[in-house]
């Protein structure tokens, strides 16, 4: 049984994280940190929990030596503590964007200055289907952004093929509330979010950029638009791409069963009955998986990749247990076996 | 005062165009039919009309002669009966999908036979913002399709300005669940449709056809992805164009303000604060407004227009009656007040 | 045209009442105030009036004299300042808390110390319903809350006829998030207020202070509950009665036929068929209809009575245009004509 | 490892079942019969369960012997084939409602004539906290009706204690639309249902029967209102008592303490801050628990007791593997280990 700690762990993806981490047959949470709940049973913040655990939030400053130290702050505290978080601990899993980006250029330009641009080599992106191998040695890892794991994994085998027109591809993110966090503000009000389709990025969405990182040699720009919809749980992406020649359907399906196969949480819905035809995001609220369709277009050289998956799990805390499984050479899938619910 | 009757009037375009009528002050109910609920109370199917009215449904067997007849009628079912139609009154209204094109093949393409070809170009399209002037001679008038005129009107400055490049143009239309008509079916089975992103017709989506008859001489093929989202009002269209040359998100609001400045029924939204910033259908709910919104990336060539409507009121019931007044020479807002509520 | 000028006028319930005035044949908005969107346009905070007005926000420092003041304040504001209001206008029709209660003591109890209590004998209260031939003379009307307003309108013609027994009655109220005012807060917060069936006032509503000052002398206390559920606009108040001696369901449509039937805003929803068989909040959005069902228990000595207001239109700001009809011997219904939407 | 078939798989409550079993140590499934999608995979029906089963739909008439026969069938199925279904295993737990009732006569009064009215008193009825011992030794279980399960486990500590009024019991019920099961109708389609709060039964709930036998004798008649709400899973049940002599608040939750501490699936909502001070269905979506809490009115001898559960886990299929649980001397807890999401 190894040790954990969670740092800021009131929050939604802290709370996913822990929910994850009491079932995983390996762990014991050590401390799960909070400022402002300090003290307080983690039940208060995270009510699901109740009778699955005792626990209560612990003070920053009181973290102890652990084995793996998970961070689950707001954008911009994780690097400003790292070099604390790094005597903690020898592994570190952050779900944050700090060390997601390689180019510090690029972080500059998305985020700001970077307060430890040195140690953005040190982390492995976290998304196990691009990086398993590096993630096995890895003690830094830097989990993907929500929108961002689920456009790279929708997307990574047509790039991988070299047949799709670049400077076209477009990404229609639809997002549920929880991708805003847990802070309310007038554009969370429920009387305001509540049945909204709202075009909160149409463009500039920050997530392009780990996008570009992780697909772009071979792409020009991801164009990426985001659309709050009436949804907490889940992220759906729309992904339409053009290809230099045409190709069937059945060839697109190819690729993609030749680089998910073996993937334990992708599925690709191939159905052509029923309602859930193309993935659908709430039958993933609680689950890892990544579901991804695919429809060609019959009248021209277009086709729309559809990808899924539930922005707390497989876009955060799913994704960096997945991780922490492949760095232990643990069963890829503990912690994660949640098949998630139907009808809801 | 006109008489008017409504042919098909329990569905839900029936219903709304029941609802704008009852108060306009220059037309007369005269009768409304519906096989299923034939003498019982039109506020059995539209609940929201007691108190307003106590018009009871019709037999279209029992139609009488009218100044004005509108069909809200399932695809297909206008044409076999248009003959009788026309006996009935000297103006149709089409609400449905059967004299939208004008090109008999293209209906076949997309909806097959039709049973009478000869008519399609008796009659207008019914988008005013475009045919205002065919509409003040014209007798017989079939509305555009409510993801179609969305569409058409978030992109027609663009098109007309020919700076658009061809062949990538994309459509990612957002659509609640009254667009599906008032039919029940395992598909629009609450626990189902709630809540889902159902990607319910990522290619060959038939509105395509009127879309490109109305603007695509201009464009090549257009490419239309449609999404049911958690909403019973409203449709989002997120338009991605891409520029042959760069041009600035000032110039772009320029074309739409020069096309649509007088217009009663769009209005650009330019707002640079608060939680609507742009086009937001649960907002129109009701209205016969298309709201537009633009936003030029300023990292490419690429624009995303955002249209919001209300399917079934500028989608269809509103744009009829819209038609109706260019053709009496009416006020063209007679009706068409509302003005949409908020919150909501 | 009488001028008005409205304070407090960035909330819903200051939203709702310029929608409504700005709709009003008799009516010229003057001022409409707020201390946060001074010299913004109104649309910035009530998006819904694009295209309808081009007013902007004044501070309250600037308010010039008017006809009518509406107060669309947080309780306890408007007694702190109501000196200053009585110099503005001769008539002021308040939305808040602050002047409903009659007796000082009970203001006391549920609220709090009061700072103008000799006032409070000079307003009536404002439901038309009960007490239109006083409001034909009255200077200063206090609107009631929303769910008491359904509440005394749902219950009403059983309590003047006196065969309900005393102390058994209980009010289970179901309310939308908008009733909570548009301040945001973590209990307010999308993913948490979301799909909620919240038991947020289990007793102790402050509401039962007003339905006992309206029904009380000849009911014990009133038992209410209230729920907060998925909804936006509206509220529906499930009423348990207990009969002294069984009366039949015929004999209390009478009742309710009798006390209401010249009503223009209550409607009694009597179909035994369809989907809308009882009172339902949706159809209300926007209306100032109060909508009421009976089931009589056939097991026992209860019925069901069952209403249905939207909370911020004859809740709030459609029982005080109601109110100022009545005060200047107006159609009482004028402003007030929207019938509703459905679907919705 | 026992074989288990279940008849009737394809319905909300069949899905429910299969998602527990395939996670239960103990378990095999041997056959799921649908006569509709016969020979279809499970995850036609079931989209949830892609991945983790290859599970085929059997027809009824192929059913083979099995240990354990679950009966997850539309009312009045049951009983026509339960000398069949006797004959394929020596232990049946019925989902359905045909054999809740011990007293025919009370069968008849609200379900109408019974088939097998001789074999009423074979079945045990489900819920374990109440029928713990008797499970034990049971061959035949009829689980209780999830309405009536939520209300029984609300109220019964009450009942036991003889301290409530009788006959002003008020029981105001919530639920989501997977209670009305799969079959779509009017009355189901979203635009119809969606943001509903349908008053759907206010008097003569046919759970009252179940009621009523397990706490009946106690109590007089019980009164329950249900209110269908705008969720898919999930019933709220707000209950209303009065006592005979005033108990404090305290004594309340000693009582419930008492009848409950050792309950693994009850568990007393006691927080007095946060946003989940009362028990709240959404947090309970996919678990088998029942969540209490208890508000006493400070002016009156009145309690509000609230519950909840979801109605197709604790309200049917969870409680059906639990009693099997029992019935097997397993632990109880084997299957039902979900413990909810939250945000949610």
Redesign the interface.
């Known amino acids: 049984m190894l040790n954990v700690s969670i740092v800021g762990g009131s929050g ?1 993806g802290g ?2 994280l822990l ?1 994850i981490l ?2 995983h047959p390996n762990i014991t949470i050590k401390q799960i940190t909070s400022q402002r709940f300090n003290r ?1 049973p983690v ?10 655990t005792q626990l209560k939030f612990s003070s920053v400053e009181d973290l102890e030596e652990c084995d793996i130290l998970f961070l689950a702050l707001p954008n911009g505290v994780s690097q400003k503590n790292i070099e604390v978080y790094k005597k903690i601990a020898p592994k570190i899993i952050d779900l944050g964007a700090d060390f997601r980006l390689k180019d510090e250029e690029s972080y500059t330009t998305w985020y700001g200055t970077h307060s430890a641009p040195e140690l953005l080599s040190e982390f492995t992106y976290g998304i196990a289907e691009l990086h398993r191998e590096e993630l096995r040695t890895s003690n830094y890892v830097a989990c993907g952004g929500c929108e961002a794991t689920c456009s790279i994994l929708t997307l990574y085998p047509l790039v991988k093929s070299d047949i799709v027109k670049k ?2 591809v ?1 990404i ?1 993110a ?1 997002i ?3 991708a805003a966090g ?19 990025k ?3 969405h920050r997530h392009t950029a780990e996008i570009e990182q992780e697909l772009g040699t071979e792409l020009g ?1 991801v ?1 990426v ?1 985001a ?1 709050a ?6 992220i ?1 992406v ?1 992904v ?1 791409v ?1 290809f230099e020649e045409d190709i069937s359907e059945v060839d697109l399906w190819k690729l993609y069963h030749s680089a998910y196969q073996e993937e334990p949480f992708i ?1 690709l ?1 191939t ?1 052509k ?11 993933l ?2 689950t890892n ?1 990544c ?1 991804i ?1 695919i ?6 050289n ?1 086709a ?1 990749i ?1 990808g ?1 998956i539930d922005n707390l799990t497989k876009g955060t805390a799913g994704q960096a247990v997945q991780a922490m499984n492949i760095m232990h050479e643990w069963d890829e899938r503990l912690g994660l ?8």
């Open positions: 939604f709370g996913e929910r009491l079932n307080f039940t208060l913040a995270h009510p699901n929990l109740r009778g699955a400077d076209s477009v229609d639809k549920g509330s929880s847990n802070k309310s503000s007038s554009a969370s009000h429920h009387p305001i979010r509540s049945g909204c389709l709202r075009s909160y149409p463009t500039m720009n164009h638009t659309t919809v009436e949804l907490v749980r889940g759906l729309t339409q053009f599925r819905i159905d009955m029923g309602n859930y035809r193309f993935p659908e995001p709430k039958l609220a609680g998986y579901d369709g429809e060609k277009d019959q009248r021209s277009r729309v559809v899924a076996e949640f098949n998630g619910l139907h009808p809801v």
